[in-house]
């Protein structure tokens, strides 16, 4: 049985309630009588409290047992009058509304303990628009915080914890809800989880003395998404053997360390779409063997020496589609990392380097579409621990206005350089001759490396965006594309080309059964899927296909109809692949052969009459078809050829006026044996 201190299930005192009555004397003319409620607590609690009763004063600690159930309305005060705790093994339901809270709090000058949800603790439990406040903790393992979650996990929202002297909320085996709550005013952690998997969501927290949101050892899969974190002291999230987090679309400033710390052995991290500026230490700090974790999509700006930073081991990490800007020192630094992706980032004025990689060992290093401006020292700086074993990978980079476009200490040839833009570097771009031309015309050097001015928009406004005519726009790597399906940019955002895209409705065209002797007509639609106007032209390569029009202007979103026309008559029955070919200024299609594919096939047919007792039967028809295949046409609404042999066909007479009485004779000759039908 577990134990929550020494009150486990224990009832302390009772329940009394006291309710005092004063006269007031109003003036000299009226006398008011005024009841004030007030409801003493201490022991076992259950049932419901009300605003009637309110407040509710806690003379010793408060306990909830296991089948218990206690119901707060909003509005309630909740005030201990002393250094007291509630303990609760129950149902517990706070729930206030947003404009009628339910409080916890002091009565005096006393700070009281702390709430504390046990492992019998009901987990759809709710503490909701409460007010919680002048909280300290309960004094004893595992409940360090004001609101304690024990091998439980109830649900705290839309509530306001301030001024406490311990942990704001406290998880510990605990899967519980943290959200929308304002937690402000802490002296030591604001949220901490430990082997816990917490949903930490929407909520704000303010001048908190310690760690705003850490998470001390097993707390997996735990998701941080959505949180502002303003001011205080250490870290705003800080990690430690957890795997599997996500940190998403936080705002984190102005704490006078990291603004993530990921200290050790955080596997499979995914830091994403956060905020993280004015933080006194790095943007985002990874200490020791944190391997495959993925840092993107985040704004890292005005913080301390490093954007980020990489102290040792870390492996297998990705960085991509970062802003990092403003710092003192470096915008990314590793130390004795290995397998890294950098790519995509709008790195600059960071201080000394854009990207500086020193003692790369146990794996390769691409750094890729990265635009690196402005710094003192290098954009981007390279060292490996073993020159032709760890390799750096370097392509599609704008490095410009630095002191040294690309420096590599070590690797010689064993590196790859390629395809960048280094410009205006004060000391040196490249150590390799531009004496070559790339595919736009420009000079480079044999890997097709350049050093033009990119154009960007306004660098001084930090907008790196190229614009047209920049001779980064098509000059990267061609085994790449950008999205828009053009030839990859130098730099980290590549300009959009707006570009036509020709398509076909239907895709194909298959004319499986052509009569000989019979010219056929189809229509061909030709579509633009693109966003700029398609110019196309067509030519058919047989002289018996024929189309109209041959040549036009699609708008993008609209469709052309091209009627198709086959003079098949004269030609002998066979199968047929005649070519459509198409030219237009779809970069993706330039060229484009659209097939169809006809078949002719011998067929005759020869309509027959017959007259009976003065009535005619007219346009019955005997056939021949290559295809044939189907027995005798028992309702002799259209003769088909009968069993093998195939060349045997058949024609029948019934008309509706002659008798059912019908007797049929078979009469057999031989026209390459031709059997006929005839009604009698």
């Known amino acids: 049985m577990c134990t929550l201190g020494n009150n486990y299930y224990t009832q302390l005192e009772g329940v ?65 009058d002393g250094n007291y705790r509630f303990d609760i093994f129950g149902t517990f339901l706070a729930v206030g509304t947003e404009s009628d809270s339910i409080t916890f709090t002091r009565n005096g000058s006393t700070n009281w303990m702390s709430l504390n949800f ?27 915080g004001v609101v304690n979650f024990n091998l439980s996990s109830p649900t705290i929202s839309h509530s306001r914890i301030s001024n406490c002297s311990n942990d704001g909320i406290y998880l510990h085996y605990s899967e519980a809800e943290v959200s929308n709550n304002v937690i402000t005013n802490i002296s030591s952690e604001g949220i901490k989880l430990n082997q816990s998997k917490g949903t930490i969501t929407g909520n704000t927290l303010n001048n908190i003395s310690s760690t705003s949101i850490y998470l001390q050892t097993s707390s997996d899969s735990t998701q941080i998404l959505n949180n502002i974190i303003d001011g205080g002291y250490s870290y705003g999230i800080y990690a430690n053997y957890s795997n599997y987090l996500t940190i998403l679309q936080n705002q984190i400033t102005n704490k006078n360390e990291y603004g993530i710390y990921l200290y050790s052995e955080c596997a499979y991290a995914t830091i994403d779409s956060n ?67 950098i790519i995509g980032n709008l790195i600059y004025n960071n201080g000394n380097s854009g990207i500086f990689l020193q003692n790369v060992r146990y794996g390769d290093c691409e750094v890729r579409n990265n635009t690196i401006d402005g710094h003192t020292q290098y954009g981007l700086h390279w060292h490996s621990y073993w020159d032709n074993n760890y390799t ?8 410009t206005n630095n002191v040294t476009g690309i420096y590599c200490a070590n690797g010689g040839n064993y590196n790859t350089v390629a395809y960048n833009n280094c410009w205006n570097n004060s000391s040196i771009n490249y150590s390799g001759n531009l004496t070559d031309i790339n595919s736009n015309g420009i000079v480079s050097d044999i890997y097709y490396n350049i050093s033009e001015y990119p154009q960007y928009t306004d660098q001084a406004n930090g907008d790196f965006t190229l614009q047209e005519g920049s001779p980064n726009i098509d000059a990267g790597d061609p ?62 390569d047989s002289d018996w296909v024929s189309i109209s029009p041959t040549s036009g202007t699609i708008t993008p979103g609209d469709t052309a109809s091209l009627t198709v026309v086959l003079s098949t008559s004269t030609l002998p029955a066979d199968t047929y692949t005649p070519s459509l070919i198409f030219t237009s200024n779809d970069p993706d ?36 078809d290559e295809d044939a295949t189907d027995g005798l046409d028992s309702d002799w609404d259209e003769p088909e050829p009968p069993p093998e042999p195939v060349n045997y066909l058949q024609v029948g007479f019934l008309h509706p006026g002659w008798s059912n009485d019908i007797t049929f004779y078979t009469l057999v000759f031989h026209l390459t044996q031709i059997k006929t039908s005839i009604p009698t």
Not at 58 to 76: E, F
Not at 286 to 309: F, R, W
Not at 392 to 399: H, V, W, Y
Request: charge should be negative; charged fraction near 10%.
């Open 16 to 80: 009394t309630t006291m309710k005092n009555f004063t006269s007031i004397i109003v003036g000299l003319l009226w006398i008011v009588n005024i009841s004030f409620a007030q409801t003493n607590i201490s022991g076992n609690v259950s049932g419901t409290w009300t605003v009637a009763n309110s407040p509710y004063i806690a003379t010793n600690n408060l306990v909830l047992q296991p089948t218990d159930t206690l119901i707060i309305d909003p509005g309630v005060e909740v005030k201990f």
């Open 118 to 144: 046990a492992d019998d603790a009901d987990d759809n439990s709710q503490l909701k628009y409460c007010i919680i406040e002048h909280g300290t903790q309960s004094g004893y393992d595992p409940y360090w």
């Open 275 to 341: 905020t993280i500026s004015n933080n006194s230490g790095s943007g985002i700090y990874l200490a020791y063997s944190n391997d495959n974790v993925t840092i993107q999509n985040n704004t890292i700006t005005n913080n301390g020496n490093y954007g980020l930073y990489f102290d040792n081991n870390n492996s297998n990490v990705t960085i991509q589609d970062n802003t990092i800007s403003g710092h003192t020192d470096t915008g990314i630094r590793f130390e004795n990392q290995s397998n890294f992706n």
């Open 392 to 399: 750096l990978d370097a392509t599609n980079n704008s490095i």
């Open 479 to 540: 085994n790449n594309q950008d999205s828009d399906g053009s030839i990859s940019d130098i730099g980290y955002m590549f300009f959009y080309q707006a570009i036509p895209s020709i398509n076909f409705s239907p895709q194909t065209i298959y004319l499986n059964r052509v009569l000989i002797g019979v010219d056929t007509t189809v229509t061909l639609d030709v579509y633009n899927s693109g966003d700029s106007t398609l110019t196309w032209s067509v030519s058919p």
């Open 589 to 624: 299609s330039p060229t484009y052969n659209y097939t169809i594919t006809i078949r002719i096939l011998n067929s005759w047919r020869v309509s027959f009459s017959a007259t009976a007792g003065g009535v005619t039967d007219e346009n019955n028809i005997l056939g021949f």
